[in-house]
T-cell receptor, first 117, second 114 residues
């Protein structure tokens, strides 16, 4: 069965500083990997996804993530954090469901990001 | 694209009562998913439908839980004889069967069992 580990429950950074959120996954095949962001009282918004190809993927809001198969990692990065980035971030792995589509997602427990002015 | 709509947004119920939540997916989407999210945790998969067929159910979905998607449109999730441990955010998502199957999540229904 697939699993996702986000080692950091809570991270605090200063506005303008760089950010890296860690994600490790366990899955027996080529994974479909995702990062979602959730603000209080809101649904989940997709930041970026990796299916295949280039291991460095670009997402919305200036985020990027790098897939490293040898380390089973998919860490999320941003060069300069803005106060509006404060939210909870979830890494997820998707189970292949035929063709290029995926089915259910398995999420990590999330990392809460606090941004200091 | 009106997004995925979930109703109600909040529900407070007494232990032992039955509750029902509704999810209206994006109209063209074939697949519909239910997830549960408790405080401090990521969403956990409950079940999913492809059109009107319920294709998979998680072990988390006890006998007190039932989900339906009549006619492959909206879906309902019912919890019978609610327990305090059922308190959570219930999230619905929908996607296309073909292509990448990208999800669109609703804003969720927050259930509080008192």
């Amino acid at each position: 069965a697939q699993s996702v580990t986000q080692p950091d429950i809570h991270i605090t950074v200063s506005e303008g500083a760089s950010l890296e959120l860690r994600c490790n996954y366990s899955y027996g095949a080529t994974p479909y990997l995702f990062w979602y962001v959730q603000s209080p009282g809101q649904g989940l918004q997709l930041l970026l996804k990796y299916f295949s190809g280039d291991t460095l993927v670009q997402g919305i809001k200036g985020f990027e993530a790098e897939f490293k198969r040898s380390q089973s990692s998919f860490n999320l990065r941003k060069p300069s954090v803005h106060w509006s980035d404060a939210a909870e971030y979830f890494c997820a792995v998707g189970v292949a469901a035929g063709g290029t589509s995926y089915g259910k997602l398995t999420f990590g427990q999330g990392t809460i990001l606090t941004v200091h002015p | 694209d009106t997004g995925v709509s979930q109703n109600p947004r909040h529900k407070i119920t007494k232990r032992g009562q039955n509750v029902t939540f509704r999810c209206d997916p994006i109209s063209e989407h074939n697949r519909l998913y239910w997830y549960r999210q408790t405080l401090g945790q990521g969403p956990e998969f409950l079940t999913y439908f492809q059109n009107e067929a319920q294709l998979e159910k998680s072990r988390l979905l006890s006998d007190r839980f039932s989900a339906e998607r009549p006619k492959g449109s909206f879906s309902t999730l019912e919890i019978q004889r609610t327990e305090q441990g059922d308190s959570a955010m219930y999230l619905c998502a929908s996607s296309f069967l073909k292509g990448t199957g990208r999800y669109t999540f609703g804003s969720g229904t927050r259930l509080t069992v008192v």
